[in-house]
């Protein structure tokens, strides 16, 4: 009886220890909603003029900082937390997940940045939209995700907005729209591919269309300036991902070659096609990348 007694609270000790064990590995496996958390978004390639734009949809390119909501938290790209303010979130629908970007207008890239990776959010969240172009979670093709946003997203709210598509109706069409954004200060427009579905990663599906292209690269070095750039810097060193290494000596203010970004900055920068070699033709600097 004794031993009986014995391995009957050996098994119930081993029961309860396993049950614990389980429940701790539930909790461990639970993100909370503060840890950073990387959304796996849609990635645009670039529109080149071998692609018929007739029927796909069109709408402008927002300069701003892409945002990521979950259905209860507000993402960066990268899946950094974005601290904005209760009344911000409570526009954005519960449960639902929605891709967009966070502007402030045309020209305001930089002041959007500062506001939204702000630890505090201040007064100037009130100018920022969160123009939502895409359902990730919804079911269908994009033009059904896009009848569920317009359904889904509050009528009129001043913060959040599904973005205007329309048909393209052709190349001449695509540039003339895009030469006229580009001269309201917009940076660009984005092509659509009609039906298609929300995959992660980058998709022949979604088209950035611009007058220029753009890129990131890593600063591996600062080389010295010549002549009126003695003493300050002459142009960075920078490496790709793909490993191609090139200087970046234009478009940099003389506040930044006085203090120029550090090395492992990430930049972007602004070209026009390759060169023989595949190194970008005429980099000129634009900003560093915030996120």
């Known amino acids: 009886m004794r031993l009986r007694g014995a391995l009957a609270g050996l098994l119930a000790g081993l029961f309860l220890f396993q049950v614990a064990a389980a429940q701790t590995k539930d909790v461990a496996t639970q993100k909370p909603a503060t840890e950073k958390s990387d959304p796996a978004l849609l990635l645009a390639n670039v529109w080149n003029p071998s692609i018929d734009p007739t029927g796909w949809w069109v709408s402008e390119k927002y300069d701003g900082l892409r945002g990521y909501w979950d259905g209860r938290k507000l993402w960066t790209r990268n899946g950094n937390a ?30 959007t940045v500062s506001t939204v990776r702000s630890a ?15 359902a990730p979670q919804a079911k269908g093709t994009f033009e059904q995700r896009m009848e569920f946003l317009r359904k889904t997203l509050p009528a009129g709210n001043q913060f959040v907005q599904p973005v205007p598509q329309e048909r393209c109706q052709g190349t001449k069409h695509l540039l003339a729209e895009r030469d006229r954004i580009v001269a309201l200060g917009g940076e660009g427009l984005m092509l659509r591919q009609p039906e298609s579905e929300y995959e992660a990663g980058r998709s022949p599906t979604l088209l950035k269309v611009k007058t220029h292209e753009d890129a990131e690269a890593t600063v591996i070095a600062h080389l010295p300036g010549k002549g009126k750039f003695t003493g300050k810097l002459g142009s960075l060193r920078v490496k790709t991902a793909d490993g191609r290494e090139f200087s970046v000596g234009t478009g940099l203010t003389d506040a930044q070659r006085a203090a120029p970004p550090a090395i492992g900055a990430v930049i972007t920068y602004r070209y026009r096609g390759l060169t023989e070699k595949g190194l970008p033709r005429f980099p000129s600097f634009l900003r560093v990348r915030k996120d």
């Open 82 to 111: 974005i601290a904005a303010p209760d009344y911000f979130l409570a526009a954005l629908p519960q449960d639902v997940a929605l891709d967009g970007e966070l502007w402030m207008g045309r020209g305001q890239f930089e002041e």
């Open 120 to 134: 505090t959010p201040d007064e100037r969240w009130k100018r920022v939209k969160f123009m939502v172009f895409d």
